[in-house]
Structure formats: structure tokens, C-alpha cells
Nanobody
């Protein structure tokens, strides 16, 4: 069993920052890609950012590029999403996802990920 647990969500003001964490445990090893997705009320789940298993390749949606930074610490099996310059439109439930690197095809495609966390709420006030 593989488990992903997000933390760090909460309330922030526009222009503020939040740092999300994703703790990974179970039989997955270290060679897994990791992604962050978000879903706002009444909206489809959308891609936010992804990182390959070594951590040297990152991918961002155009809406967060330059504001968010994805990173990971494989020694601790932890993933992170640093969110700066937050906007009200960033308000959503944020999900951490993972998949073995041998199975990933398209980093921005939610369907390519095997394991998902339960999500953490992020609310950005105007």
C-alpha cells in the first residue's frame, strides 16, 4: 500500500505565500514522479506542477509558472510545493500525486498518476 498525505494548506492573503508538503510512504521506492493538481469548486481537476524522480526536471502550468516552485527530498520521501504571490484564483483543494517513473507518459495528465493524497484546502482572500 502506498499513501500520500498533504499538509500545509490554509488561508492566505493575495500576494502571500504557502508551502505545501506531501509525505509518501509504502512500497513505492524512490524512483517515482510526483505531481501537484488542484480542483476548485465546480471546476475540473487541473495540473499545477510536476517533478521527475531525480528532481532535476520540473513542469509547471502557465498559470503558476514563476510563482510556484516544486521540489522533493527523496531521502525523506517528501515532496513540496512552494506557492508565492498567491492570487484568489489559486483557491482550491490541492492534491499530491505520484507514479512510478516507468509508467509516466504525460506529466500534466492526472490519469497517468497511480497514487493520490486526500488533498489540502488552500484559500486565498482578495
Amino acid at each position: 500500500q502506498v499513501q500520500l498525505v498533504e499538509s500545509g494548506g490554509g488561508l492566505a492573503q493575495a500576494g502571500g505565500s504557502l508551502r505545501l508538503s506531501c509525505a509518501v510512504s509504502g512500497r513505492i521506492g524512490s524512483t517515482y514522479a510526483m505531481g501537484w493538481f488542484r480542483q476548485a469548486p465546480g471546476r475540473e481537476r487541473e495540473f499545477v506542477a510536476a517533478i521527475n524522480w531525480r528532481g532535476h526536471m520540473t513542469y509547471y502550468s502557465e498559470t503558476v509558472r514563476g510563482r510556484f516552485t516544486i521540489s522533493r527530498d527523496n531521502t525523506k520521501n517528501m515532496g513540496y510545493l512552494q506557492m508565492n504571490s498567491l492570487k484568489p484564483e489559486d483557491t482550491a483543494v490541492y492534491y499530491c500525486a505520484a507514479v512510478d517513473s516507468g509508467l509516466i507518459v504525460y506529466y500534466v495528465n492526472a490519469a497517468d498518476y497511480t497514487y493520490w493524497g486526500q488533498g489540502t484546502q488552500v484559500i486565498v482572500s482578495p
